[in-house]
């Protein structure tokens, strides 16, 4: 090929000049980044431009699967145990039947087209498995993931993820030659077991002094280097073990799932994740062999026809008989309909093991790509064609609020958990509004979590962080950080990446103050006022002010000076104008603290005495 023999470099900018040109007009058309990225694929691959050949393109494939292998551990990072435990019901249940009589009725189709039964099974088995990456994708670009059909879908990704691992423990099993060399390769059940364990203890208690130290450094390039290195290690760990590296980084994922330090990870893992993915996707559209196409068109099409129509039949019988709505159903059922990208792996590792014939699996790998290929399709033909016929579809569309990782909703996000912030937070719990704590100072982080308060850590005014944290669908962000400075990037960052954010600010005085509402801050909270006023009530009745009288000109006091800071707001940036005004309001103020003095009534001052001892009841 042109740049077969030129380079890594030249490779990657062809990659990414596709996806550069390809994707956005796929998306302006509406036919979402993946079918963009598949297009893109296939346009440079050896049938189309001829930009890359079969060797380049599967080398990308094998590096870009490590994409999926992130996604994993993102997804994991939004789990908590307890989450998963409550979920165990359709993983195993929708997850294990779709996977069994998806194996069942297309090892049937296998051997009538005849296939022994152990290439038929191997066969049902792997073609049972959906393509992870494109489905989450695909459920994430339209909004849907938190939805019932969006809950469902990687209830059965998830299983299908974990019945990898058996299913390549079996694939030996089925050779027609002896097993015993084949199989004495495998680890050691224990082995395996404590490698597991091993990332389980690891996530659990070492991760937050590590992480902690890290933190410390104040340097993020360390910091999104670690969250590397846990993914790839964690990996290698699966890896050497004989497990699937998906799977062992879903596992850390979900250890971490309550670690304060999630929030940074999973935004500095996102832009790789992507990346990633996307090359990975790149790859299967360029790996398509259009040539045996061309050669086998009727058999390669009535296998695409039969791997689609009967996964698509098994969903639909799924969904209703777990209850789905009619148009979470549908949805639930044409999102899976496709092949794996674990087919590649399964097929290759069936063909070396002699399971299955090298004519027999070339077919296969080009009628899942081909599957894959054609799921943005049935998508958009569900979402365009099908679901407006349905009178149900309206009434079954998700409502339900934005999740958290405990599955509770989350509606705020509070940046700051310090001595002004952790009041509010502590508020705001206890009316059932839980937020999402966002806090830059690990010190303060480990201390709060010794009273049970928990915050994450991370940069607010990172908008990547503030995705992270939920702000996408979150209504309400509070500003509590104590440096003004910092305060005011967050508000500006906030205000210009999610505009329909509510944002609620803490500010050290009027000029902080007034910055932050020309940064976009909605209502401004000077953090001296209020106990300021308190303070003067106070000293007032210790000089000998009734109570009454004392807290009826703090009052008085607060509403004038709120109502002036607003209106010289607009003079802040002409100082003579400014000093002018104030002055005038100075005046005025003083002018109705007195008058409204002279009008108190001692009627209503005997209210605010304070209890006195209980009055002496008359004799009996």
């Known amino acids: 090929m042109i740049l077969a023999a030129q380079g890594f470099l030249p490779q990657a900018a062809v990659y990414l000049a596709a996806a550069v040109l390809v994707v956005p007009i796929a998306r302006r058309l509406g036919l979402g980044s993946v079918l963009g990225y598949l297009i893109a694929g296939v346009a440079i691959g050896p049938f189309g431009l001829g930009l890359v050949g079969d060797t380049e393109s599967g080398e990308m494939l094998h590096v870009a699967e490590f994409g999926v292998v992130m996604m994993l551990f993102l997804i994991g990072l939004e789990l908590q145990p307890r989450l998963l435990w409550r979920m165990r019901t359709p993983i195993l249940g929708l997850g294990g039947l779709q996977v069994v009589a998806t194996t069942a009725l297309l090892g049937a189709l296998a051997m009538a087209a005849g296939l022994s039964w152990q290439a038929a099974l191997a066969v049902g088995m792997t073609l049972s498995l959906s393509s992870t990456a494109i489905v989450l994708q695909s459920l994430a670009e339209k909004g849907m993931s938190n939805s019932a059909a969006g809950r469902s879908a990687f209830a059965v990704l998830l299983f299908q993820d974990i019945a990898v691992i058996p299913m390549l423990a079996l694939l ?61 290690g964690v990996s290698l760990a699966m890896l ?25 990870l999973e935004a500095d893992i996102e832009p790789f994740k992507g990346l990633l993915l996307g090359l990975f996707f790149l790859s299967v559209g360029a790996g398509i062999d259009f040539g045996l196409l061309a050669e086998r068109p009727a058999t390669i099409a009535a296998m695409v026809a039969g ?18 709505p009619a148009g979470a159903g549908l949805l639930f059922t044409f999102a899976l309909a496709q092949g794996g990208e674990f087919a590649f792996v399964l097929f290759e590792f069936a063909r070396q093991n002699g399971v299955l014939a090298a004519d027999t699996t070339g077919p296969l790998v080009a009628a899942v790509a081909l599957s894959m290929l054609a799921t943005p ?11 407006p016929r349905l009178r149900s579809a309206a009434s079954s569309a998700p409502t339900e609020a934005p999740a958290g990782p405990d599955g509770h909703a989350r509606r705020v996000i509070l940046a700051g958990h310090g001595r002004y912030g952790h009041i509010v937070s502590r508020l705001l719990k206890a009316q059932r509004l839980e937020p999402t704590v966002l806090e830059l100072d690990p010190t303060q982080i480990t201390l709060l979590s010794r009273f049970g308060l928990q915050s994450f850590y991370g940069d607010a005014s990172r908008a990547d962080l503030l995705e992270a944290a939920g702000a996408r669908d979150a209504e309400l962000l509070i500003v509590a950080v104590d440096a003004p400075d910092a305060a005011l ?29 020309d940064a976009g801050a909605e209502e401004v909270f000077r953090e001296t006022l209020e106990s300021s006023l308190a303070l003067g009530a106070r000293a007032l009745t210790a000089l000998g002010r009734h109570p009454h009288e004392s807290h009826r000109a703090a009052q008085t006091f607060g509403r004038h000076d709120r109502r002036n800071f607003h209106e010289l707001h607009a003079h802040r940036h002409d100082q003579a104008k400014y000093v002018s005004e104030a002055r005038a309001r100075i005046q005025a103020l003083e002018q109705v603290l007195e008058a409204d003095r002279s009008d108190e009534s001692p009627a209503v001052d005997g209210a605010w005495d304070p209890p006195g001892p209980p009055a002496p009841q008359p004799p009996a």
Request: positive net charge; hydrophobic residues 55%.
């Open 489 to 517: 990037a967050i508000v500006r960052e906030a205000r210009r990446s999610f505009p329909h954010l509510r944002i609620l600010a803490r500010a050290r005085g009027r000029a902080s103050a007034y910055d932050l509402l």
């Open 307 to 324: 791997l689609v129509i009967t996964k698509l039949a098994v969903l639909a019988v799924l969904g209703r008989a777990f209850r789905m």
């Open 172 to 232: 030996p099993l089925l050779a027609s030659e002896s097993t015993a060399s084949t199989t004495g390769d495998g680890q050691h059940p224990l082995v395996v077991l404590g490698t597991v364990a091993a990332v389980v203890v690891a996530g659990r208690y070492l991760s937050r002094p590590v992480f902690r130290f890290l933190a410390a450094s104040e340097l993020r390039e360390i910091f999104t280097a670690a969250a590397l290195l846990l993914v790839v």
């Open 377 to 387: 399709l049935l998508l958009i033909l569900e979402e365009r064609w099908i679901r």
């Open 240 to 264: 050497a073990v004989g497990l699937s590296p998906a799977l062992g980084a879903f596992v850390a994922g979900v250890v971490l799932a309550e670690n304060e330090y999630r929030h940074e």
